[in-house]
Structures are given as structure tokens and as C-alpha cells.
């Protein structure tokens, strides 16, 4: 895992680039949405001139992460913009919802979909920022120790 820091550290990010590469690739890897992880990463990452590829194994590596919390933040996210009536967001119940009403079932989805993106973005904010401002140290000593280890050699 140190390894492949180093080596992106040699390519020329700084250590509070390094840091927000990694405040940011992982929120954007926990988003409750399958399949935009990509997009979001490599927009944030060329947007704000940190390195793509980092951006995106970091992401990518919050993958199963990411499957974890995905029924959860549904779940919340249904009960969060349902006003906490309705029904439950569950297998059984939307199979019960699109065979009888599909509407019904649609609704829930979305619902729940769009509250758990609301819950993310709740969430990812104090996570991005604590990853921000506890990594740059770290990076910084890394470099530190990179730097002093290549006068040596």
C-alpha cells in the first residue's frame, strides 16, 4: 500500500494533492449509485488537476465498501423522503409493489435512491474533510522520508 503512495508522490503530486486525491476518491467511491464512480472521479480529478489514476484505483478500491453500505443508505434513504410512512424497502416489498402496482414500486426506488445520494453527500463532506486535513501530515512525512532516503542512496 506504501509502495504505490510513493510512486505516485515521484510523479509530482504534493502531499496536500495526494491528501485530496484521497479525501475526495473516497467519498466518491461510497456513492450509492452502481456504475458513476468513474465519471465522478476522473471529472473531479481532471477539474482539479490531481492525478487520474490515483483518483480512480482509490475509488475503485471503495468498491466493496461501497456494496456494504449501498442497502442501508436505501433503506434510510426511502424512510428519510417517505417521511417515514410507507412501505418498507425491501425485496419482498418490491416484488409485492411491481407485480400489483408498479408506479408504487418506481416511486419507492426512487425515493430511496435519491434520499440515500442525500444521506452521501450528508456524510461525505465531514469524511472528505477529516481525510483532508489527517492525511497531509501523513504525506508530508512520507515525502520527508522519500526525500531523505533518495540524498542517502
Known sequence: MVDPLRNILKQGLTPP??????????PMGLV??????TLLATFAA???RLNVAAM???SHLMS???????IPLLRYGARLLG?????????????????????SGLSLLWRAGAGAVL??????????????FGLRPV???????QTTAAVVS
Open 83 to 103: 417521511n417515514g410512512q410507507g412501505p418498507e424497502l425491501s425485496i419482498g416489498q418490491l416484488r409485492h409493489l411491481f407485480a400489483t402496482d408498479w408506479s
Open 32 to 37: 450509492p449509485v452502481l456504475g458513476i464512480t
Open 17 to 26: 494533492q495526494l491528501a485530496l486525491t484521497v479525501a475526495l476518491a473516497v
Open 139 to 145: 504525506f508530508r512525512r512520507l515525502l520527508a522520508r
Open 56 to 58: 480512480l484505483i482509490i
Open 119 to 132: 444521506l452521501w453527500a450528508v456524510v461525505s463532506v465531514p469524511l472528505g474533510l477529516l481525510l483532508y
Open 64 to 70: 466493496p465498501l461501497q456494496l456494504v453500505v449501498l
Open 46 to 48: 481532471v477539474r482539479l
